[in-house]
């Protein structure tokens, strides 16, 4: 679903004058399920865009990113790769 955005303020964080780190916060408004809320996004550097796109899981919770993965996914997206590393050190004949 789309989110339009209604308001959006940002604050400068420089130390000096030389630099600006700008920090924006915008608040969008969206509708689920015929009810129409907000959510509020804070981005750095870049101003937010007007619309962006919102997701929402099955316990009604809104994201601005794809919904989050299950917790078993996660921890398996972290093993294989370190598995993997260890058998190719195996592989060639790598001894610690």
Known sequence: MKGKQVKCRYHDSGS???TCNRRYVAQYEYTLNGKTKTKQVSSTGIRP????WLYYDEKGRVFTDDPP???IFMIVLYIIPILVGGLVL??????P
């Open 16 to 18: 000096d004058q030389k």
């Open 49 to 52: 865009g007007y619309t962006i």
């Open 69 to 71: 993965l299950t917790d």
């Open 90 to 95: 195996e592989l060639l004949g790598y001894k």
